[in-house]
C-alpha cells in the first residue's frame, strides 16, 4: 500500500501537481532541479571566457610602417618564424661599370601598371618596396640606372609573398 505522501516507501517519487518531489525522506521542490545544470553551463562558459582573454599571438606578417631612408614608408613586417618558413633571402646591390647598379634578376618585381621595384631590408624582418629603372636584363642579372644604393640588401626569394601582404591588407 502506498503511504499518504504520495512516497512508495522506495526513496523517490514525483509529487504531482503541487511540484513537489520527495527523494530518499526529503522534502523538494521540484521547480529548483534546473540551478545544478545551470550552474555548470555558467560556469564553462566563464572557463571559456577567461582562455579568449589571453594575450592573441602575434601575426606572422603585417603592413607597418618602417623607417626608410629617414622617412616612414609602408612595408612588410615579418616575425622570425615567417621568415624562416618563407625562406626569405637577400643579396646586396652590386656597383656596375658606368655607375649602373646590378642586382639579381629575381629581386625584381613588376606592379600592375608595369614599373618595377625591388624590395629592400633596410632593418631585420622589414622590407619596403623601392622602385627600380632598368636597363637590361643578362641571364641571372638586372642592371639599373636608378635604384637602391650599392650594399643595400634586396629581397631575392620570397619577394611574391611580401606582396601578397600589402596587397590583402588593402582587400580587407
Known sequence: MTPANGSDGGGMRSGGADGLVITGGTLMRAGRRWIVPVVLVGGLALSACSKSQEAAPEPPARVDQILFAGARRQGVRLTAKA??????????????PG???????????????G???????????????????????????????????????????????????EVSEFEE
Do not use: M, W
Not at 618558413?85 to 652590386?94: E, I, K, S
Not at 655607375?99 to 601598371?113: M, Q, R, S, T, W
Not at 625591388?118 to 636608378?146: C, K, R
Open 83 to 96: 621568415a624562416e618558413r618563407l625562406g626569405v633571402q637577400t643579396a646586396p646591390v652590386q656597383a656596375a
Open 99 to 113: 655607375g649602373k647598379l646590378v642586382i639579381p634578376a629575381a629581386a625584381v618585381e613588376y606592379n600592375n601598371d
Open 115 to 165: 614599373t618595377a621595384f625591388t624590395y629592400t631590408s633596410p632593418e631585420p624582418l622589414a622590407y619596403v618596396q623601392q622602385p627600380i629603372t632598368i636597363d637590361a636584363v643578362t641571364g641571372d642579372q638586372a642592371v639599373l640606372s636608378a635604384g637602391p644604393s650599392v650594399g643595400t640588401p634586396v629581397v631575392t626569394v620570397g619577394s611574391a609573398e611580401l606582396l601578397g601582404v
